[in-house]
């Protein structure tokens, strides 16, 4: 449950668009190639609600290198929610920037809110700080959680009070379990850049193929942002960026396929919760993407009898114990003492889980999870046989 990795095969489309442009061998223009750039932020504007007209593109290898770009691109404190995604703090400490950590609880389905935003941002200058751009990122990993448009609206206008720039990465809106993902580009144009791209609904983070769009307003980032890829990555793969094309044209077989996928991991996710939830563990329903993101401060008490005081040794004390291999809250920015672990739900053959889901239509989780996912399957148990709440003990 260590790696985040979408595992379905290539949709066969996209492999033969690959296999048809392996003669594309010029360099493309640093910002991407002129049709995709047009055809990725229609297509993702359209689902999302916001005014493709309001956007330029640069497309990179990968959102995550994007996300780089932006945060070298504008000057400033990062304002980030604790937890959030491994490597936006990284990236700041490489950058030099400063950090300024908001927490998100579990009752605000760990995303912030816009009053523990601004609080933060008040607090911050009156420490001489200077907040200027804020990371979001919904659904999220790692908790699997999304915002609903009432929060995002409510963030958005924060952000514009105060002069904020929005970083928002929705790498995994396609993953949106109820189909009701919107942007919060919506309600703050001109002060949002949205990051995505193919890795999470195609599962083809190999491909290493993001997308930005960035106001026209702030044409001053663009030109930076394009001076970075030229200086760094040149431009994508050719072959990639056109192969790219077939994921944004609403084929209605690779939209099929993405809704498939995204049905598969909810199943899964959501059978990873039920057993945490019958091991006495709250956590709310599943929203998108593939993780989720347990406290079990419940059993403090007994770990710390197997010296295990911080979130980085109870993920080796799983590993050592039960072979069950999970990200400590470290890594997402938790304090050390906080005993919460992040559970990537995809160690599972996805061309077989396709099959059968594609074979048995509305088939029960634990039919799936029986016939395709055994490490699935095995560490769920493992947990339950390691973690037990009749007298909140630990049962080695
Ligand atoms: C929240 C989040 N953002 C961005 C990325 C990077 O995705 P990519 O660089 O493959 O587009 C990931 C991948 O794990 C992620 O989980």
Redesign the pocket.
């Known amino acids: 449950m260590g790696f985040?990795?979408s595992p379905f095969p290539v949709h066969p489309l996209i492999r033969e668009a690959l296999a048809v442009n392996a003669g594309q061998n010029m360099y493309l223009p640093s910002a991407g190639l002129p049709e995709l750039r047009e055809l990725s932020r229609h297509y993702l504007s359209e689902k999302f609600g916001f005014n493709a007209d309001d956007f330029k593109t640069v497309v990179g290898p990968?959102?995550?290198?994007?996300?780089y770009d932006i945060q070298l691109a504008v000057e400033g404190d990062l304002l980030l929610p604790i937890p959030s995604?491994v490597?936006y703090a990284p990236q700041a400490v490489l950058i030099g920037d400063p950090i300024i950590k908001i927490p998100a609880t579990m009752s605000d389905n760990y995303h912030i809110t816009a009053e523990s935003l601004e609080k933060a941002i008040v607090v911050a200058r009156q420490k001489g700080m200077n907040p200027k751009k804020l990371n979001i990122?919904y659904p999220?990993?790692p908790s699997g959680l999304t915002m609903p448009q009432s929060r995002l609206e409510q963030i958005a206008q924060v952000c514009r009070k105060q002069g904020i720039l929005v970083i928002s990465?929705e790498?995994?809106e396609l993953v949106n379990y109820q189909q009701n993902h919107a942007s919060i580009a919506k309600f703050y144009p001109e002060g949002t850049i949205v990051?995505?791209?193919?890795?999470?609904h195609l599962s083809l983070?190999g491909y290493?193929?993001?997308v930005a769009f960035v106001p026209k307003a702030l044409n001053s980032i663009y030109a930076a942002m394009i001076g970075i890829a030229s200086e760094t990555w040149s431009a994508v793969s050719a072959p990639i960026q056109f192969a790219s094309l077939k994921t944004f044209e609403n084929e209605p077989v690779v939209e099929d396929y993405i809704n498939t996928c995204t049905k598969i991991h909810s199943i899964i996710s959501s059978y990873v919760r039920d057993g945490l939830i019958s091991l006495g563990i709250k956590y709310p329903v599943l929203e998108g993407?593939f993780y989720l993101y347990p406290n079990f401060g419940a059993f403090r008490d007994q770990l710390f009898e197997k010296d295990v005081k911080t979130s980085e040794q109870l993920a080796m004390h799983l590993l050592d114990k039960i072979q069950v291999a999970t990200l400590p809250g470290t890594a997402f920015g938790d304090a050390l003492e906080n005993l919460a672990l992040r559970l990537a739900n995809c160690d599972f053959e996805g061309k077989i889980a396709l099959n059968y889901y594609i074979e048995h239509p509305g088939c029960s989780p634990e039919s799936l999870v029986n016939a395709c996912c055994p490490k699935i399957k095995l560490a769920r148990q493992r947990l339950g046989n390691i973690l037990t709440t009749s007298n909140r003990s630990i049962c080695l």
């Open positions: 985040g990795q990968g959102s995550k290198e994007l996300i995604w490597s990122n999220n990993n990465d790498i995994y990051t995505s791209g193919l890795s999470k983070g290493r193929l993001g993407a």
